[in-house]
Protein backbone atom coordinates (compact mmCIF):
# COMPACT_ATOMS: atom_id res chain seq x y z
CA UNK A 1 0.00 0.00 0.00
CA UNK A 2 2.61 2.04 0.85
CA UNK A 3 4.73 1.41 -2.19
CA UNK A 4 1.48 2.40 -4.29
CA UNK A 5 1.34 6.10 -2.63
CA UNK A 6 4.50 6.72 -3.11
CA UNK A 7 3.66 6.44 -6.79
CA UNK A 8 0.85 8.25 -7.39
CA UNK A 9 2.12 12.04 -7.23
CA UNK A 10 4.67 10.46 -10.06
CA UNK A 11 2.03 9.38 -11.74
CA UNK A 12 0.03 12.92 -11.21
CA UNK A 13 2.98 14.81 -12.33
CA UNK A 14 3.93 12.63 -15.38
CA UNK A 15 0.46 13.34 -16.34
CA UNK A 16 0.42 16.85 -15.85
CA UNK A 17 4.06 16.89 -18.34
CA UNK A 18 1.85 14.73 -21.06
CA UNK A 19 -0.93 17.72 -20.77
CA UNK A 20 1.65 20.44 -21.34
CA UNK A 21 3.52 18.14 -24.12
CA UNK A 22 -0.17 17.77 -25.22
CA UNK A 23 -0.87 21.63 -25.42
CA UNK A 24 2.02 22.95 -26.55
CA UNK A 25 2.18 20.13 -29.63
CA UNK A 26 -1.79 21.18 -30.22
CA UNK A 27 -0.94 24.86 -30.76
CA UNK A 28 2.12 24.31 -32.99
CA UNK A 29 -0.07 22.52 -35.13
CA UNK A 30 -3.25 24.54 -34.81
CA UNK A 31 -1.07 27.57 -35.55
CA UNK A 32 1.59 26.40 -38.47
CA UNK A 33 -2.01 25.77 -39.99
CA UNK A 34 -3.59 29.03 -40.07
CA UNK A 35 -0.14 30.70 -40.66
CA UNK A 36 0.16 28.38 -44.04
CA UNK A 37 -3.41 29.36 -45.01
CA UNK A 38 -2.44 33.09 -44.32
CA UNK A 39 -5.41 33.57 -41.53
CA UNK A 40 -4.08 36.18 -39.24
CA UNK A 41 -6.57 37.45 -37.50
CA UNK A 42 -7.42 34.10 -36.20
CA UNK A 43 -3.31 32.73 -35.64
CA UNK A 44 -3.34 36.63 -33.66
CA UNK A 45 -5.70 35.02 -31.31
CA UNK A 46 -5.06 31.56 -31.06
CA UNK A 47 -1.56 32.96 -29.95
CA UNK A 48 -3.16 35.06 -27.24
CA UNK A 49 -4.63 32.18 -26.16
CA UNK A 50 -1.54 30.17 -26.09
CA UNK A 51 0.38 32.92 -24.39
CA UNK A 52 -2.22 33.26 -21.82
CA UNK A 53 -1.70 29.60 -21.33
CA UNK A 54 2.06 29.90 -20.73
CA UNK A 55 3.21 28.12 -23.44
CA UNK A 56 5.76 30.08 -25.17
CA UNK A 57 8.09 29.09 -27.87
CA UNK A 58 10.22 30.53 -30.82
CA UNK A 59 8.26 29.22 -34.08
CA UNK A 60 4.82 30.30 -32.02
CA UNK A 61 6.52 33.98 -31.52
CA UNK A 62 7.63 34.08 -35.49
CA UNK A 63 4.16 33.16 -36.10
CA UNK A 64 2.65 35.96 -34.16
CA UNK A 65 4.97 38.51 -35.31
CA UNK A 66 4.54 37.90 -38.81
CA UNK A 67 0.74 37.82 -38.25
CA UNK A 68 0.79 41.45 -36.70
CA UNK A 69 3.37 42.72 -39.66
CA UNK A 70 0.18 41.35 -41.90
CA UNK A 71 -2.00 43.24 -40.04
CA UNK A 72 -0.33 46.26 -39.90
CA UNK A 73 0.19 46.09 -36.30
CA UNK A 74 3.68 46.73 -36.72
CA UNK A 75 4.31 47.48 -32.76
CA UNK A 76 3.00 44.19 -31.30
CA UNK A 77 4.78 42.73 -34.22
CA UNK A 78 8.52 44.03 -33.09
CA UNK A 79 7.89 42.77 -29.36
CA UNK A 80 7.06 38.83 -30.86
CA UNK A 81 9.56 39.57 -33.25
CA UNK A 82 12.25 40.55 -30.14
CA UNK A 83 10.94 37.43 -28.33
CA UNK A 84 11.96 34.90 -31.17
CA UNK A 85 14.99 36.41 -31.47
CA UNK A 86 16.37 35.73 -28.23
CA UNK A 87 16.25 32.44 -29.01
CA UNK A 88 17.91 32.65 -32.28
CA UNK A 89 19.57 35.72 -32.93
CA UNK A 90 20.55 35.56 -36.59
CA UNK A 91 17.73 34.26 -37.76
CA UNK A 92 17.56 35.68 -41.32
CA UNK A 93 13.99 35.22 -41.75
CA UNK A 94 12.90 37.32 -38.54
CA UNK A 95 15.25 39.93 -38.69
CA UNK A 96 14.15 40.55 -41.88
CA UNK A 97 10.38 41.20 -40.72
CA UNK A 98 11.90 42.83 -37.59
CA UNK A 99 13.60 45.34 -39.46
CA UNK A 100 10.51 46.43 -41.77
CA UNK A 101 8.50 46.48 -38.30
CA UNK A 102 10.78 48.99 -36.96
CA UNK A 103 10.91 50.94 -40.16
CA UNK A 104 6.65 51.12 -40.29
CA UNK A 105 6.55 51.39 -36.52
CA UNK A 106 8.29 54.61 -36.79
CA UNK A 107 11.93 53.36 -35.28
CA UNK A 108 14.19 54.10 -37.40
CA UNK A 109 16.77 54.49 -35.48
CA UNK A 110 16.88 50.98 -33.94
CA UNK A 111 15.98 49.70 -37.61
CA UNK A 112 19.63 51.50 -38.54
CA UNK A 113 21.35 49.73 -35.65
CA UNK A 114 19.60 46.49 -36.64
CA UNK A 115 21.06 46.59 -40.35
CA UNK A 116 24.51 47.44 -38.86
CA UNK A 117 24.48 44.11 -37.25
CA UNK A 118 23.48 42.01 -40.18
CA UNK A 119 25.49 40.68 -42.73
CA UNK A 120 26.38 41.83 -45.87
CA UNK A 121 24.98 38.94 -48.10
CA UNK A 122 21.52 39.39 -46.17
CA UNK A 123 21.60 43.24 -46.54
CA UNK A 124 21.97 42.35 -50.51
CA UNK A 125 19.33 40.32 -50.80
CA UNK A 126 16.67 42.16 -48.98
CA UNK A 127 17.67 45.31 -50.35
CA UNK A 128 18.34 46.57 -46.59
CA UNK A 129 21.01 49.60 -46.74
CA UNK A 130 23.48 50.38 -44.02
CA UNK A 131 23.34 54.25 -43.28
CA UNK A 132 26.18 56.38 -44.04
CA UNK A 133 27.40 59.06 -41.84
CA UNK A 134 25.20 61.76 -43.07
CA UNK A 135 21.96 59.69 -42.79
CA UNK A 136 19.39 62.74 -43.99
CA UNK A 137 19.12 66.45 -45.14
CA UNK A 138 16.53 68.38 -43.66
CA UNK A 139 15.64 71.70 -44.87
CA UNK A 140 12.75 74.34 -43.68
CA UNK A 141 11.53 77.41 -44.46
CA UNK A 142 8.23 79.29 -42.47
CA UNK A 143 7.04 82.65 -43.09
CA UNK A 144 4.52 84.28 -40.73
CA UNK A 145 2.40 87.02 -40.69
CA UNK A 146 0.00 89.10 -38.50
CA UNK A 147 -3.34 89.61 -40.50
CA UNK A 148 -4.11 92.98 -37.77
CA UNK A 149 -0.91 94.72 -38.33
CA UNK A 150 -2.41 97.57 -39.89
CA UNK A 151 -5.03 97.98 -37.46
CA UNK A 152 -3.10 98.11 -34.55
CA UNK A 153 -0.71 100.38 -35.49
CA UNK A 154 -3.37 102.52 -36.84
CA UNK A 155 -5.26 102.28 -33.42
CA UNK A 156 -5.55 105.37 -30.78
CA UNK A 157 -3.22 104.47 -28.53
CA UNK A 158 -3.85 107.56 -26.41
CA UNK A 159 -4.89 106.69 -23.15
CA UNK A 160 -6.35 109.43 -20.29
CA UNK A 161 -3.96 111.43 -18.57
CA UNK A 162 -1.18 109.88 -20.08
CA UNK A 163 1.97 111.27 -21.09
CA UNK A 164 3.21 109.04 -24.05
CA UNK A 165 2.09 105.74 -25.37
CA UNK A 166 4.65 103.28 -26.95
CA UNK A 167 4.01 99.56 -28.65
CA UNK A 168 5.71 97.26 -31.09
CA UNK A 169 3.72 96.06 -33.52
CA UNK A 170 4.80 92.08 -34.87
CA UNK A 171 4.61 92.48 -38.57
CA UNK A 172 6.13 89.42 -40.47
CA UNK A 173 8.57 86.48 -40.33
CA UNK A 174 11.05 84.99 -42.23
CA UNK A 175 12.53 81.56 -40.94
CA UNK A 176 14.81 79.39 -42.95
CA UNK A 177 16.94 76.40 -41.29
CA UNK A 178 19.29 73.49 -42.36
CA UNK A 179 19.45 70.53 -40.41
CA UNK A 180 21.80 67.26 -40.57
CA UNK A 181 21.40 64.04 -38.80
CA UNK A 182 24.58 61.72 -38.38
CA UNK A 183 24.34 57.72 -37.82
CA UNK A 184 27.69 57.62 -35.99
CA UNK A 185 27.17 53.91 -34.50
CA UNK A 186 24.64 51.13 -34.30
CA UNK A 187 24.11 53.00 -31.14
CA UNK A 188 24.71 56.62 -31.06
CA UNK A 189 23.04 59.66 -33.64
CA UNK A 190 23.20 62.44 -34.00
CA UNK A 191 21.06 65.93 -35.28
CA UNK A 192 22.36 69.67 -35.68
CA UNK A 193 20.82 72.26 -37.50
CA UNK A 194 21.64 76.07 -38.28
CA UNK A 195 18.82 78.88 -38.69
CA UNK A 196 18.04 82.17 -38.91
CA UNK A 197 14.91 84.43 -38.42
CA UNK A 198 14.40 87.95 -39.67
CA UNK A 199 11.23 89.67 -38.14
CA UNK A 200 10.02 92.76 -38.47
CA UNK A 201 8.23 95.23 -36.22
CA UNK A 202 6.64 98.34 -36.66
CA UNK A 203 6.73 100.93 -33.89
CA UNK A 204 4.16 103.16 -32.59
CA UNK A 205 4.96 106.22 -30.69
CA UNK A 206 1.60 108.97 -29.58
CA UNK A 207 2.60 111.71 -27.20
CA UNK A 208 -0.24 114.64 -26.71
CA UNK A 209 1.96 116.20 -24.32
CA UNK A 210 5.22 116.25 -27.21
CA UNK A 211 3.00 116.53 -30.15
CA UNK A 212 5.00 113.02 -31.09
CA UNK A 213 2.57 110.84 -33.29
CA UNK A 214 4.77 108.59 -35.46
CA UNK A 215 5.58 104.83 -36.73
CA UNK A 216 8.71 103.29 -37.33
CA UNK A 217 9.48 100.02 -38.82
CA UNK A 218 12.53 98.23 -37.05
CA UNK A 219 13.40 94.29 -37.34
CA UNK A 220 15.47 91.61 -35.53
CA UNK A 221 17.90 89.02 -36.72
CA UNK A 222 18.75 86.59 -34.77
CA UNK A 223 20.42 82.81 -35.32
CA UNK A 224 20.46 79.71 -33.85
CA UNK A 225 22.65 76.30 -33.28
CA UNK A 226 20.96 73.39 -32.04
CA UNK A 227 22.63 69.93 -31.54
CA UNK A 228 21.23 66.93 -29.92
CA UNK A 229 22.34 63.15 -29.37
CA UNK A 230 20.18 60.29 -29.41
CA UNK A 231 21.45 57.13 -27.36
CA UNK A 232 19.90 53.84 -27.26
CA UNK A 233 19.97 52.30 -24.13
CA UNK A 234 18.76 48.62 -23.66
CA UNK A 235 15.29 47.39 -23.81
CA UNK A 236 13.64 50.04 -25.50
CA UNK A 237 15.15 52.74 -23.36
CA UNK A 238 16.85 55.66 -25.29
CA UNK A 239 18.19 59.32 -24.11
CA UNK A 240 18.81 62.37 -25.51
CA UNK A 241 21.08 64.83 -24.73
CA UNK A 242 19.92 68.59 -26.16
CA UNK A 243 21.97 72.18 -26.43
CA UNK A 244 20.50 75.11 -28.30
CA UNK A 245 22.66 78.13 -28.79
CA UNK A 246 20.66 81.53 -29.64
CA UNK A 247 22.71 84.98 -31.15
CA UNK A 248 21.63 88.27 -32.74
CA UNK A 249 20.67 91.54 -32.40
CA UNK A 250 16.97 93.43 -32.39
CA UNK A 251 17.02 96.84 -33.44
CA UNK A 252 14.40 99.88 -32.39
CA UNK A 253 14.45 103.28 -32.64
CA UNK A 254 14.57 106.71 -30.37
CA UNK A 255 12.60 109.45 -30.90
CA UNK A 256 14.96 112.55 -30.07
CA UNK A 257 13.66 115.84 -30.14
CA UNK A 258 15.90 118.13 -32.34
CA UNK A 259 14.95 122.10 -31.87
CA UNK A 260 16.06 122.78 -35.95
CA UNK A 261 14.89 119.43 -36.98
CA UNK A 262 11.74 118.24 -34.83
CA UNK A 263 12.25 114.35 -33.97
CA UNK A 264 14.70 112.08 -35.25
CA UNK A 265 15.00 108.35 -34.76
CA UNK A 266 18.46 107.08 -34.46
CA UNK A 267 18.75 103.61 -34.85
CA UNK A 268 20.08 101.90 -31.56
CA UNK A 269 20.39 98.17 -30.92
CA UNK A 270 20.03 95.09 -28.36
CA UNK A 271 22.25 92.00 -28.18
CA UNK A 272 20.26 88.58 -28.07
CA UNK A 273 22.25 85.73 -26.07
CA UNK A 274 20.32 82.30 -25.03
CA UNK A 275 20.98 79.34 -24.47
CA UNK A 276 19.51 75.87 -23.16
CA UNK A 277 20.47 72.56 -22.02
CA UNK A 278 17.59 69.54 -21.99
CA UNK A 279 18.22 65.96 -20.91
CA UNK A 280 15.34 63.19 -21.58
CA UNK A 281 14.85 59.93 -21.63
CA UNK A 282 12.23 57.45 -23.26
CA UNK A 283 11.18 54.41 -23.49
CA UNK A 284 9.54 52.48 -26.14
CA UNK A 285 6.79 49.94 -25.22
CA UNK A 286 4.14 48.00 -27.39
CA UNK A 287 1.04 50.67 -27.17
CA UNK A 288 2.90 53.83 -26.13
CA UNK A 289 5.79 55.55 -25.50
CA UNK A 290 6.51 57.86 -22.46
CA UNK A 291 9.15 60.58 -22.04
CA UNK A 292 10.55 62.72 -19.76
CA UNK A 293 13.00 65.83 -20.09
CA UNK A 294 13.83 68.51 -17.82
CA UNK A 295 15.83 72.07 -19.79
CA UNK A 296 17.77 74.96 -18.04
CA UNK A 297 19.52 77.86 -19.60
CA UNK A 298 18.70 81.63 -20.15
CA UNK A 299 16.32 83.19 -22.71
CA UNK A 300 16.70 86.79 -22.56
CA UNK A 301 19.00 86.94 -19.80
CA UNK A 302 15.91 85.41 -17.72
CA UNK A 303 16.89 82.12 -15.89
CA UNK A 304 14.53 78.68 -16.87
CA UNK A 305 13.66 75.53 -15.64
CA UNK A 306 11.19 73.49 -17.75
CA UNK A 307 10.34 70.00 -17.02
CA UNK A 308 8.46 68.13 -19.87
CA UNK A 309 6.20 64.43 -19.64
CA UNK A 310 4.69 63.23 -22.46
CA UNK A 311 3.06 59.77 -23.47
CA UNK A 312 2.20 59.08 -27.33
CA UNK A 313 -0.32 57.03 -27.75
CA UNK A 314 -0.53 53.86 -30.21
CA UNK A 315 -3.90 52.14 -30.07
CA UNK A 316 -4.01 50.33 -33.34
CA UNK A 317 -0.82 49.18 -32.57
CA UNK A 318 0.90 51.55 -35.71
CA UNK A 319 1.52 54.97 -36.96
CA UNK A 320 -2.13 55.02 -38.46
CA UNK A 321 -3.60 56.51 -35.99
CA UNK A 322 -1.93 58.28 -32.55
CA UNK A 323 -2.08 60.53 -29.95
CA UNK A 324 0.32 62.74 -28.16
CA UNK A 325 -0.64 64.50 -24.81
CA UNK A 326 2.24 66.22 -23.25
CA UNK A 327 2.01 68.59 -19.62
CA UNK A 328 4.81 71.48 -19.19
CA UNK A 329 5.72 72.96 -15.67
CA UNK A 330 7.73 76.11 -16.44
CA UNK A 331 9.21 78.75 -13.96
CA UNK A 332 10.56 81.53 -15.51
CA UNK A 333 13.09 84.07 -13.46
CA UNK A 334 10.96 87.05 -14.90
CA UNK A 335 7.90 85.45 -14.07
CA UNK A 336 6.80 85.70 -10.04
CA UNK A 337 4.54 81.99 -10.47
CA UNK A 338 5.14 78.86 -12.14
CA UNK A 339 3.06 78.32 -15.45
CA UNK A 340 2.23 75.24 -17.01
CA UNK A 341 1.17 74.24 -20.29
CA UNK A 342 -0.82 71.45 -21.96
CA UNK A 343 -0.33 70.15 -25.65
CA UNK A 344 -2.37 67.81 -27.31
CA UNK A 345 -1.54 66.37 -30.93
CA UNK A 346 -3.73 63.45 -32.98
CA UNK A 347 -2.08 61.90 -36.37
CA UNK A 348 -3.59 59.76 -38.88
CA UNK A 349 -3.02 58.11 -42.03
CA UNK A 350 -5.17 58.60 -45.23
CA UNK A 351 -4.09 56.45 -47.92
CA UNK A 352 -0.31 58.00 -48.57
CA UNK A 353 -0.86 60.79 -46.21
CA UNK A 354 -1.02 61.94 -43.06
CA UNK A 355 -2.82 64.19 -41.11
CA UNK A 356 -1.51 65.98 -37.93
CA UNK A 357 -3.64 68.42 -36.00
CA UNK A 358 -2.37 70.68 -32.61
CA UNK A 359 -3.18 72.48 -29.96
CA UNK A 360 -1.26 73.70 -27.41
CA UNK A 361 -3.02 75.86 -24.21
CA UNK A 362 -1.25 78.20 -21.44
CA UNK A 363 0.64 81.00 -21.43
CA UNK A 364 4.25 80.71 -23.31
CA UNK A 365 6.59 82.96 -22.98
CA UNK A 366 10.74 82.93 -22.32
CA UNK A 367 9.71 78.92 -23.35
CA UNK A 368 11.11 76.08 -25.29
CA UNK A 369 9.87 73.26 -27.23
CA UNK A 370 11.10 70.11 -28.91
CA UNK A 371 14.21 70.11 -26.46
CA UNK A 372 15.25 73.60 -27.23
CA UNK A 373 15.03 73.27 -30.86
CA UNK A 374 12.39 75.82 -30.51
CA UNK A 375 12.86 79.04 -28.04
CA UNK A 376 9.90 81.61 -28.24
CA UNK A 377 12.08 84.54 -26.65
CA UNK A 378 9.66 87.58 -28.46
CA UNK A 379 8.01 90.37 -26.45
CA UNK A 380 4.22 88.71 -26.86
CA UNK A 381 2.60 85.96 -24.73
CA UNK A 382 1.40 83.49 -26.85
CA UNK A 383 -2.40 82.21 -25.01
CA UNK A 384 -3.02 79.62 -27.69
CA UNK A 385 -1.16 77.75 -30.60
CA UNK A 386 -3.20 75.48 -32.92
CA UNK A 387 -2.39 73.87 -35.94
CA UNK A 388 -2.19 70.87 -38.68
CA UNK A 389 0.39 69.32 -40.60
CA UNK A 390 -0.06 67.41 -44.12
CA UNK A 391 2.61 64.90 -43.96
CA UNK A 392 3.68 62.60 -47.02
CA UNK A 393 6.26 60.70 -48.58
CA UNK A 394 7.81 61.06 -52.08
CA UNK A 395 10.07 58.33 -54.13
CA UNK A 396 9.31 55.48 -52.12
CA UNK A 397 10.13 57.49 -48.50
CA UNK A 398 13.42 58.97 -49.71
CA UNK A 399 11.79 62.32 -49.30
CA UNK A 400 9.29 63.41 -46.75
CA UNK A 401 7.24 66.65 -47.04
CA UNK A 402 5.43 68.38 -44.32
CA UNK A 403 3.37 71.74 -44.27
CA UNK A 404 2.51 72.75 -41.10
CA UNK A 405 -0.20 75.67 -41.03
CA UNK A 406 -0.92 77.04 -37.39
CA UNK A 407 -2.64 80.11 -35.70
CA UNK A 408 -1.54 81.74 -32.76
CA UNK A 409 -3.48 83.50 -30.45
CA UNK A 410 -1.08 86.69 -28.89
CA UNK A 411 -1.01 89.33 -26.38
CA UNK A 412 1.21 92.01 -27.41
CA UNK A 413 1.67 95.33 -24.53
CA UNK A 414 1.34 99.33 -24.95
CA UNK A 415 3.18 101.04 -22.28
CA UNK A 416 1.81 103.83 -20.98
CA UNK A 417 3.59 106.88 -19.34
CA UNK A 418 1.99 108.84 -16.60
CA UNK A 419 5.66 110.97 -16.45
CA UNK A 420 8.75 110.59 -18.15
CA UNK A 421 9.77 107.84 -15.51
CA UNK A 422 6.73 105.91 -14.50
CA UNK A 423 4.67 103.99 -16.61
CA UNK A 424 2.20 101.00 -16.66
CA UNK A 425 0.93 98.99 -19.27
CA UNK A 426 -1.84 97.44 -21.03
CA UNK A 427 -2.49 94.63 -23.28
CA UNK A 428 -3.84 94.32 -26.75
CA UNK A 429 -4.57 90.88 -28.41
CA UNK A 430 -4.50 89.53 -31.76
CA UNK A 431 -3.93 86.32 -33.87
CA UNK A 432 -0.93 85.71 -36.11
CA UNK A 433 -0.49 82.97 -38.18
CA UNK A 434 2.39 80.54 -40.04
CA UNK A 435 3.13 78.41 -42.66
CA UNK A 436 6.27 76.00 -42.38
CA UNK A 437 7.38 74.02 -45.40
CA UNK A 438 10.10 71.02 -44.32
CA UNK A 439 11.64 68.86 -46.79
CA UNK A 440 13.75 65.58 -45.50
CA UNK A 441 15.93 63.94 -47.98
CA UNK A 442 16.50 60.31 -46.11
CA UNK A 443 20.48 59.02 -47.66
Not at 156 to 184: A, C, P, Q, T
Not at 247 to 262: M, V
Not at 287 to 315: D, E, V, W
Amino acid sequence: MHRILSFLPLLFLFSLKLSAQSGWETVDSVTWQLYAGKQWESLNEEAKKAFNQEIDFFYLRVRAGVAAFEMKQYRPAIRHLQKALENSPDDEFVNSYYYSALLLAGREDEANALADRLPVEMLDRYQIRRKEFVSSVTLETLHSFNGMHRALIAEEIDNEGSYSNYRSVLNHMWFKDLGLDHHISPEFNLYHSFSHIAIDRTQRYKSAAYLLDAKKGTNTSQYQYFIQGRLMLWKGWHTTVAYSKVWGKSYYNYPEYQSDAGYIFPRLSQGINDHLVTLGIAREMTFMRPRISFTTGKINSYRQYQANGQIILYPLGNLHFYLLSEGIVHSDENCDHTKTLFTQKAGIKGGPLWLISEGTFGRVSNFSSGDGLVIYNMPETITGMYGATLWFPLFRYKVNVAVTYRLYEKTGTTFVYTDAVTYHTKDYDFTDQSVLISLKWNL
